[in-house]
Structure formats: structure tokens, C-alpha cells
């Protein structure tokens, strides 16, 4: 144990976080939070991905008597966290069914004799009562309840294990908690409070903006291409991440990168257990891997300079979208979200609805988080204002963020109102005159006078809307049905083919009564281009010393079988890079250089930086 803490139990809160974490501030609540901890008090903290949340209770942990027992579902990322605090100089370890009889006895004794500054538990251990009775053999700092959200009913996250842990306020009624969670919405947040027996708690809720990350979303045309076209311009060697809705859609997407020189892994429900683990570790543990994955994959992935995350397919909700696009650029840097989406993807998830068991109400609920995202896809306003409204923040910065694809290339509303009744006017005669339904690319067809098989052996070329719609060309006409589905003035049939039909709404807009607007991409959609990418934004001498560093850093991190975080992140390097330290005293002025990684790592760097 060589840390400074050690020595010192008391130290204050901001010591402990510039000389273990080599950090100058706290951000944020941080400090507020941390103190009120130390000082006794119950909290709940609702912050975003990449916030600091961890801070929170490590801090506290070091600073009070004690352990501090953190309780987490994330058995598989349990090793790193431990290693990664490991690597701080501070003394953590974990119990959970991963380890045998032996290891679990020496991490019983080293808590029992007050050597462990953190201990992480899976929850389910706490309904043993040898667990219980192990914690009263030592002395507990504080209960940090992370991913709290867990314990929510309604919430994708449900873990039964996380109902029982009001248990913790009863057995142990003068020991602080701090429960945690990066999930914003109002229920949730009272869920925990409700069901975590955390009535007096002081709540600090952060400001959901990521400033860091530029939210992009597309037109989906060939979606392979675009997102290698994304990768290989703005991304290209960085680590990211790219959702996918069905395991086949993962599969071969990560083939299709891989062939295109992309290191990528697939990541998803069906596959071994052995071969998603070994594929999480190699995307946690080398530089520049691309996880193609389904929604199975993410939580608790504290990988802090993942550069991008692609969404290949709509996301079922806006809540969902964000807890997957948070995912990226957790250390601050600058990263992208970007979601390609067509009208493939409404017909979809609308009819994937209608299919869904369930009672009305959920189907309703499942329809309004569609159309909430839908609503996101369609804006002509900026992306972010609309997100953090979503989750009822105001945007501190006005109605404009500057770094979203509509505030960069802002898109046009037109009066489509024309294009929507004859569109509208298409099917309702197919429908009234014929008794026939069909998808949007035959309905596209007639509109655009073409006479295909099909339009001549149905003489659809004798409808009175035959060719009317040849100003507008197939894609725009894809862009208008996709609209006018998003917009609920056009609707999917229930009969499993993705027909289109008139709604309720669509009256109003063939009489004229209701006017449609329709938003006009723009002629050249936005591109982060060089901005997005760290090394192209550092002075160019700086560029090579990061790559060298970089290069360092992936030794050092096989040689100890850690992620390459563990050993520095992005930031830091950075930072060396621009500031190239000639002293001992100057890299430790660098935000990420603690004591212990002084002294182990301080000599070779200085080095590294004078060659
Ligand atoms: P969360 O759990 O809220 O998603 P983390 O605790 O993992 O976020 O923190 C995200 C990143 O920010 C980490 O790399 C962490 O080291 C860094 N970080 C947290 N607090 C600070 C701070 N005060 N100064 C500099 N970096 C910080
Ligand atoms: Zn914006």
C-alpha cells in the first residue's frame, strides 16, 4: 500500500482526489455530493454516463472509516473495476460467484482486518447471511447502490435481487447510501427513492447535456456504406460501438467491416457465453475495436474513450437512444452518436407494435416511446434541445446547441401538403375502388407513372393518380411516406406485410383541413469531418508523440492484462502530448497522473517524451 491516504485516513476529499486520481477539480456536483457522504448523509444521484459518478462514492469510500461496500450487477466488469482502482494504488476487491473458496476467503479476511478501502458485491450475495454477518465483522464507510435503476419495475434494467436492499437501511440504519444512476426519467427516479427506502436522502440531479458528443441522424440509403463511409472519414482507428436490432443484422455487419479492413466483433444474445466474453474483453482491452452489437450489450461498459456510437437500426425509444448513444465519449473528448434510419424502419417497429403480446396499454405505451422518437428523427430543430426536453431540462444554452447535424446543416420545413394528398389519395382509391392494400414501393410506383409488371397487369395505370407525383423523385417520395407515417396521418395495416392505410388523422389532411410539413434534408447532411478525432485536432507535432504514447500504453496494458485505460486514458495522453513534461513535477500537473502511476510509469514517460 503506497498511497497517500493510507497515512493520512482524514484526508480532505479534494487531497485525495489530486494525489489518488491525479484530477485538479471536481466537476459538477462531485464535491457537494461527496462531502454531504462523508459527512453521514443519505443521497441519489441521477447524473449521465461519463458524469463522474464513480467519484462519488469512491472518494467518500477513501475519506471515511472504514469500507465502503458498493453493491453492482455488473459481475463481468467487477475484475477491471477492482484492477483499474488497483492501478490507482487504492486497495478494492469483489465477492461474486466467479471466484472458488479460496479466493473468497482471502478477500473475507483482508475486510475483516479493515485492509479493503472498497468491496464490490453482487446483490444477490446480500440475501446470505453469511454476507450480512461478514459485514458486521468489519467496518462499513458507506452502501453505494450503483446502477440503481435496477430496483425499477417498469425499467429495462430490472433486477429482483435490487428489491431486497432496503434491508441495508434496516440492518444497518447510521450507515450512509448514495444509490446512483445515469437513467433520467421522473419515474425512476422515484422508484428508487420509493423502493431503496431512501425517504430523507438529499437528491442531486445533474444536467443530462453531453456537450461532447455530436448527435447526427441520417437518411438510411445503403446503410452499410454510410457507416462505413462514417467510420473510415471521421472514425477511422477509434473504438466504437454499432447497435443493431436483430442478431443476423449483427453478424453480418461485423463481417462487412471486417472485410473492409475494420476490426469488428460481433456481440449478441445468441452467441456462446465464452465467445461474448472473450469479445468484450478484447473491445475493453485493445485500442480501436468496433463492437457490432444488439441492445444485450452496453450496461456498466465504463470504457471511457469509446469515439463513436452508430445506430444501424431505429431505436425503440428516446430513452433507450440516449442510454446507448451516452455510451460514447465518457473521458469528455469530442465523439460522435450517429443513427442511420428509413421508412423500412417505421413500417417495422409500427407493426412489430401491433404484433406485440401485451395488453392496450402497453402496446400505447410501446407506440408513444415510437413516436417520441420518430418525432427526434423528424425535427427540424436541434437535436439536443429536443433530447433534453424529452427528459424535461431546459437547454441552459438557448434554442440552438451548434453541435448536432441541424444545428451544423440546418434542414428546410416545406409545405408538403400537395405531396401528402396525393399520396393519401393513392391508396384511399386503391382502397375504395379495388379493395387493395400495398406497400410503399408499389404505391411510389403508380405515383411516379411507372409501368411496371405489376401496375400493368393491375391497370393501375388507369387510376387517376397514375404519374401525378413525377416532380419528386423515388427517394423523396420514400421521405414523404416515411414523414407521413411518423407523423401517424399514414399508418401500417395489421396484417403482417407492412400495408399502408389511411388513419384518423388523414381525413383532415386530404380535405385540406390540416396542413403537413415536411422537412427537406439537406442538399449535403452535416459531417463532423476532422473535428471528431482527436489526433487530427492536436498540433501536428503533438500527433506523432500521442500515437507513440498510445503504442506505449497497449504494451504496458497486455504485459498486466488490463484495459488500456487502466494504465492512462485518452485525456492524459493528450495532455502529455500537447505539454510534453520535462520534469517529474510537471507530468504530475497532468489531469490523470496520480502518485502511484508517478512512480510507475513517471520515468519511462519522460523519456518516451525526450525521444
Ligand atoms: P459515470 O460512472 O458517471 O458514467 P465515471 O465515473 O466512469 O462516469 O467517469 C467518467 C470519466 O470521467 C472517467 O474516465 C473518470 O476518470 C473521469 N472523471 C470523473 N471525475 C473527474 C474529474 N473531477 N476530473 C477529471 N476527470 C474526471
Ligand atoms: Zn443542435
Request: charged share 25%.
Amino acid at each position: 500500500m503506497t498511497a497517500a491516504h493510507a497515512s493520512m485516513p482524514r484526508a480532505t476529499p479534494l487531497a485525495v482526489l489530486e494525489r489518488t486520481f491525479g484530477y485538479d477539480s471536481f466537476r459538477g456536483q462531485q464535491h457537494e455530493i461527496i462531502d454531504h457522504v462523508v459527512a453521514g448523509g443519505d443521497a441519489i444521484v441521477l447524473m449521465p454516463t461519463g458524469g463522474g459518478k464513480s467519484l462519488c462514492y469512491q472518494i467518500p469510500s477513501l475519506v471515511r472509516a472504514g469500507t465502503g461496500i458498493v453493491i453492482s450487477p455488473l459481475i463481468a466488469l467487477m475484475q477491471d473495476q477492482v484492477d483499474a482502482l488497483a492501478a490507482l494504488g487504492v486497495r478494492a476487491a469483489f465477492l461474486n460467484s466467479t471466484q472458488d473458496a479460496g479466493q473468497r476467503a482471502l478477500v473475507e479476511r483482508a475486510y475483516r482486518e479493515g485492509e479493503l478501502d472498497l468491496l464490490y458485491l453482487a446483490p444477490e450475495r446480500l440475501a446470505v447471511e453469511s454476507t450480512t454477518r461478514l459485514l458486521d465483522e468489519g467496518r462499513i464507510a458507506l452502501f453505494a447502490i450503483d446502477e440503481a435503476h435496477c430496483v425499477s419495475q417498469w425499467g429495462h434494467d430490472f433486477r429482483p435481487d435490487y428489491l431486497r436492499l432496503s434491508v441495508l437501511h434496516e440492518r444497518w440504519p447510521t450507515v450512509p447510501r448514495i444509490a446512483l444512476t445515469a437513467t433520467a426519467t421522473e419515474v425512476t427516479h422515484r422508484e428508487i427513492a420509493a423502493r431503496l427506502d431512501l425517504g430523507t436522502a438529499r437528491h442531486f440531479v445533474s444536467s443530462f447535456d453531453r456537450a461532447n458528443i455530436q448527435y447526427r441522424i441520417e437518411a438510411k440509403n445503403q446503410p452499410l456504406q454510410q457507416l462505413l463511409s462514417f467510420i473510415r472519414t471521421e472514425h477511422d482507428g477509434d473504438a466504437g460501438i454499432v447497435y443493431c436490432l436483430s442478431r443476423a443484422s449483427v453478424e453480418k455487419t461485423a463481417a462487412f467491416l471486417t472485410e473492409h479492413g475494420i476490426p469488428a466483433l460481433p456481440y449478441h444474445a445468441g452467441l456462446d457465453a465464452r465467445l461474448r466474453a472473450a469479445n468484450q474483453a478484447r473491445f475493453l482491452r485493445d485500442d480501436g475495436v468496433v463492437m457490432v452489437a444488439t441492445i444485450a450489450f452496453g450496461m456498466g461498459i465504463d470504457k471511457p474513450d469509446v469515439r463513436f456510437v452508430a445506430h444501424l437500426d431505429l431505436p425503440k425509444s428516446v430513452e433507450g437512444y440516449y442510454q446507448e448513444t451516452g455510451r460514447a465519449g465518457r473521458d469528455g473528448l469530442p465523439s460522435t452518436a450517429w443513427l442511420a434510419y428509413g421508412l423500412q424502419d417505421v413500417v417495422q417497429q409500427r407493426r412489430m407494435i401491433q404484433q406485440s403480446e401485451g395488453t392496450p396499454e402497453f402496446r400505447r405505451r410501446l407506440g408513444a416511446n415510437l413516436d417520441a422518437m420518430l418525432a427526434l428523427c423528424e425535427t427540424v430543430d436541434c437535436r439536443r434541445v429536443q433530447l433534453l426536453s424529452y427528459f424535461g431540462e431546459e437547454f441552459a444554452g438557448g434554442d440552438r446547441c451548434g453541435n448536432c447535424d441541424t444545428c451544423l446543416a440546418p434542414p428546410e420545413a416545406i409545405d408538403g401538403t400537395i405531396p401528402a394528398q396525393k399520396l393519401l389519395s393513392t391508396v384511399v382509391r386503391l382502397w375504395r375502388e379495388r379493395q387493395q392494400r400495398y406497400g410503399a414501393g408499389h404505391i411510389i410506383d403508380i405515383l411516379l407513372g411507372r409501368e411496371t409488371d405489376r401496375v400493368t397487369q393491375q391497370r393501375h395505370d388507369q387510376l387517376t393518380t397514375f404519374g401525378i407525383g413525377a416532380d419528386l423523385s423515388e427517394a423523396e417520395w420514400r421521405g414523404v411516406v416515411r414523414q407521413l407515417l411518423a407523423q401517424g396521418v399514414l399508418g401500417v395495416a395489421d396484417d403482417g406485410y407492412g400495408t399502408l392505410v389511411i388513419t384518423e388523422a388523414s381525413a383532415a389532411v386530404l380535405s385540406g383541413q390540416r396542413p403537413v410539413r415536411l422537412r427537406k434534408e439537406p442538399e449535403r447532411p452535416a459531417r463532423g469531418g476532422r473535428k471528431a478525432k482527436i489526433v487530427q485536432e492536436l498540433p501536428r507535432e503533438a500527433g506523432g508523440l500521442f500515437e507513440a504514447l498510445r503504442a506505449w500504453r497497449a504494451t504496458r496494458a497486455r504485459e498486466q492484462g488490463v484495459p488500456a485505460y487502466v494504465v492512462f486514458g485518452d485525456a492524459t495522453l493528450r495532455g502529455i502530448a500537447i505539454t510534453r513534461p520535462a520534469s517529474l513535477g510537471e507530468l504530475a500537473s497532468i489531469s490523470g497522473v496520480g502518485e502511484k502511476k508517478l512512480e510507475q510509469y513517471g520515468a519511462e514517460l519522460l523519456e518516451l517524451v525526450r525521444a
